[in-house]
């Protein structure tokens, strides 16, 4: 690793003296008057003024294919040989991608002279592996705004979509794919405007999202406005009123959370049974007038009371109510 670094620094330097010559002989063909028209290379110092980016290390393949693209755009505004592109990019990488790049240098066991075509494929099989852009691509198949904002949204939709671009090769798929992520009622409210561009489609999602979520506070101040419930909702049990006046009300079935088990089903004398003491846990009666139900002795439902088929039980032999 050691000599391939110093291999490379060599090998600069050697760049080096030969632009400082080219320069040279270039300003003294200036001096003379002298222009064959003939190109150039560029040097290093001018690859440097073209402030190239950076790389170090990445999870996001995007991230290395832009590195790339951007170094392209820079050897795009100079004149550059394969090699000089190679070298020049080589000196871009830092950290773990310089010792990347030593590694893969020292691994090739010769002195030649790699092309800037060859950096590239080297470049994306250590950073863009298949299997991630795959990985990535399943993301952007599953993606949903969820508890984003529309504009959240859409910024993980673009980056994602560098991944697949086979889903969103078109306007229409594009804007398809867009609208099957977004939240159930920004689809209900869009899938009747899918006409414009993309860039107005996302408008008008946003819009739209402005609208819903305008109505959704309206909503929570109307509530507001009606005031706090009083406590958990009331549980009632049903008052049962019988000819004479006495009213009775519903009690849990016995051996229930609710009441205690009762010891044997037969009723004792002056008692109800165990069957019918579930229904007379008496209510005394209460000072304000209540309404009163009516009902035959022998009717087999009373309200609801004897789905079980629980025999109308006998006013005589409901206990007396208790007193207060």
Same mark, same amino acid.
């Given at each position: 690793?050691?000599?391939?670094?110093?291999?490379?620094?060599?090998?600069?330097?050697?760049?080096?003296?030969?632009?400082?010559?080219?320069?040279?002989?270039?300003?003294?063909?200036?001096?003379?008057?002298?222009?064959?028209?003939?190109?150039?290379?560029s040097s290093y110092s001018d690859f440097l003024a073209t402030r190239p980016p950076?790389?170090?290390?990445?999870?996001?393949?995007?991230?290395?294919?832009?590195?790339?693209?951007?170094?392209?755009?820079k050897f795009g505004l100079l004149n550059c040989t394969p090699v000089?592109?190679?070298l020049f990019a080589a000196q871009q990488l830092h950290g773990a991608a310089g010792a990347?790049?030593?590694?893969?240098?020292?691994?090739?066991?010769?002195?030649?002279?790699?092309?800037?075509?060859?950096?590239?494929?080297?470049?994306r099989a250590h950073y863009i592996p298949a299997g991630l852009i795959r990985r990535k691509a399943r993301e952007f198949a599953a993606l949903k705004q969820g508890n984003r904002s529309v504009e959240e949204y859409c910024e993980e939709f673009n980056r994602l979509a560098l991944y697949a671009p086979e889903q969103v090769d078109t306007p229409a798929k594009r804007k398809d794919r867009f609208l099957e992520g977004l939240s159930a009622e920004l689809q209900d409210r869009l899938n009747l405007?899918?006409?414009?561009?993309?860039?107005?489609?996302?408008?008008?999602?946003?819009?739209?999202?402005?609208? *819903?979520?305008?109505?959704?506070?309206? #909503?929570? &101040? =109307? %509530?507001?406005?009606? /005031?706090?419930?009083?406590? +958990?909702?009331?549980?009632?049990?049903?008052? *049962?009123?019988?000819?004479?006046?006495? #009213?009775? &009300? =519903? %009690?849990?079935?016995? /051996?229930?959370?609710?009441? +205690?088990?009762?010891?044997?089903?037969?009723?004792?004398p002056g008692t109800a049974s165990a069957a019918e003491s579930r229904w007379i846990s008496p209510t005394p009666a209460a000072a304000k007038p209540s309404t009163r139900i009516f009902f035959p002795a022998t009717t087999a439902v009373v309200l609801g009371a004897f789905l079980e088929g629980v025999p109308a039980p006998q006013e005589e032999h409901w206990s007396e109510p208790v007193k207060e």
């Open positions: 690793m050691m000599e391939s670094q110093q291999q490379q620094a060599e090998f600069m330097r050697e760049v080096a003296q030969q632009n400082l010559a080219t320069r040279n002989a270039r300003g003294h063909r200036n001096a003379r008057g002298h222009n064959d028209g003939a190109p150039q290379n950076t790389f170090s290390s990445t999870t996001e393949p995007m991230e290395a294919e832009n590195f790339l693209r951007m170094l392209e755009s000089q592109k190679t990347w790049w030593a590694n893969h240098v020292a691994s090739m066991g010769t002195d030649r002279q790699i092309t800037w075509d060859e950096f590239k494929d080297a470049f405007n899918m006409g414009g561009t993309f860039a107005e489609f996302v408008n008008n999602a946003i819009v739209a999202e402005d609208g *819903y979520r305008r109505v959704m506070a309206e #909503r929570k &101040r =109307s %509530a507001s406005a009606m /005031g706090p419930s009083n406590g +958990p909702p009331q549980k009632f049990r049903m008052v *049962y009123t019988t000819p004479s006046g006495q #009213r009775y &009300r =519903s %009690a849990p079935r016995a /051996g229930t959370c609710c009441a +205690p088990a009762s010891a044997s089903t037969a009723a004792t």
